[in-house]
């Protein structure tokens, strides 16, 4: 659920920002920060489980006030939205799921996520890498793009 919505966040970001509405995202994205420290503060006395929830439901609902307003942008229904989306989504899931089964009985916590992290991240992007993904293309271009700027900073 989490990763489904840091998919709908990160692309209803972009679309702000490409369609030079970055001031816009800025606003939606500091009203967004501000509700979730006050709900944090509000939520914590009761424990971690009413704390979750409640960023996950804070969560919900920034997500769907974001597809209001940018669906008033450009015509993009909640529907062609999650076609969109949905194999990445399933490819986190994967990638989550097999992260977890070799690292479920481990007891240090540090190792365990390390191994998470570095198996979670290979298959993901490997999945990405040959499934033929223009996005993955995109932003390689991108990074190297970036790299060699710095680089020639540096020289």
Known sequence: VIALMGCFAV????LCISLERADYYFIISLIFAVIQIVVAFVSIKWGMYILAF???FVTFIYLVLFHFYISRLIHLSLKETLKDIFPYFGIIF?????????????????????????????IYIGIVKYSG??????FV????GLFNKWWRRIL
């Open 133 to 138: 993904s223009i996005i993955y293309r995109d």
């Open 141 to 144: 271009v991108y990074l190297k």
């Open 94 to 122: 994967l990638a989550m799921t097999v992260g977890w089964i070799f690292t479920y009985r481990l007891t240090d916590n540090f190792y365990s996520l390390l191994i998470k992290i570095v198996l979670v991240s290979l």
């Open 11 to 14: 692309l209803y970001g972009q």
């Open 54 to 56: 409640s960023m996950l």
